[in-house]
């Protein structure tokens, strides 16, 4: 039976949500440990979607501060708009009253409309041809340990990090949760947090860097064990970088797509 990666608790208000941050849901290096910020998001969705009674389509984070372990979040669910189809939500997350994030989002779904897909996924060996690969540098935290993620050597920025910049920008990668976790909307807002990671590649050089934003468009979520994950970034100019993911099921659904800017941050 599947359990949920991410687990915030209720309240006596049914608009408002706790969730404490633990090892489990951070990254950094010793010393600067901080809640990675796609938790923050995956929060958020999940409290808007259980006020709402509805599915995701756009949810947009703005970071504003750091979480810490130890540090209990406090989300707060204020719905904007309540259509016959479409719902719209801010949701926002203070620490002790300290503003961390703030999410808007778009939540609903419309019948016996057309679908189509234009995007397509990279030509990626599956999973079981690739191997593990670690993102980021040692860590003193446990969230990466949590997850599973498969590259080809040499391919798709899966190269050294020797200086030399990439000449196309691209990172592809597959990830799942090494827990008997779903993918739902909550686990791909976490996947979307890796483009800063993209630029780490894009610049050939460790590091990356630190999010401002994070934004997730749903698609439709189907079954899938793995996540293909496309990541291109576009440009890097006044100190920040800017990019996109792309996200497919096993079978070549594009589930998700991503966008981000980041403070650019990278390590000697």
């Known amino acids: 039976m599947t ?37 923050g998001l995956a929060a958020a969705v999940i409290a808007a979607e259980r006020v709402t009674a509805r599915n995701v389509i756009w949810s947009s984070a703005q970071f ?7 540090d209990t979040l406090d989300l707060s669910v204020e719905v904007l708009s309540a ?48 191997v593990a690969r670690q993102l980021w540098p040692v860590q003193d935290a446990a969230l990466m340990d949590r997850l599973d ?18 000449e196309d920008g691209r990172m592809v990668l597959w990830m799942r949760p090494k827990e008997d976790a779903p ?16 630029l780490a590649v894009a610049f050939g050089r460790r590091g990356g860097g630190n ?12 079954p899938t064990e793995w996540v293909l994950c496309d990541v291109r970034i576009s440009a890097a100019a006044r100190g920040f970088g800017h990019g996109a993911i792309h996200m497919f099921a096993q079978d070549g659904t ?8 980041a403070i650019l941050r990278f390590m000697a």
Not at 7 to 33: E, H, K, M, S, Y
Not at 183 to 198: E, H, K, N, W, Y
């Open 83 to 130: 259509g016959r189809n479409i719902t719209q939500v801010r949701v926002v997350a203070r620490d002790a009253g300290k503003l961390i994030l703030a999410v808007n989002a778009a939540l609903g779904d419309r019948e016996n409309l057309p679908e189509g897909q234009w995007m397509t996924a990279p030509d990626m060996p599956q999973p079981a041809e690739c």
């Open 149 to 166: 993620v498969r590259v080809v050597p040499g391919r798709y920025g899966a190269v050294p990090r020797d200086g030399v910049p990439s």
């Open 64 to 70: 504003l501060s750091y979480a810490r372990i130890g």
């Open 183 to 198: 993918i739902d909307a909550a686990m791909l807002a976490i996947f979307a947090d890796f483009v800063p990671s993209g």
């Open 254 to 261: 594009m589930i998700a797509s991503g966008s981000q800017s």
């Open 211 to 222: 999010s401002l934003d994070n934004t997730l468009r749903v698609a439709r979520i189907v």
């Open 3 to 39: 359990s949920p990666f991410l687990a915030i608790d209720d309240t006596d208000d049914p608009a408002a949500f706790r969730l404490r941050i633990t090892n489990r849901l951070c990254v950094g290096p010793p010393g600067n440990v901080f809640m990675f910020g796609g938790v």
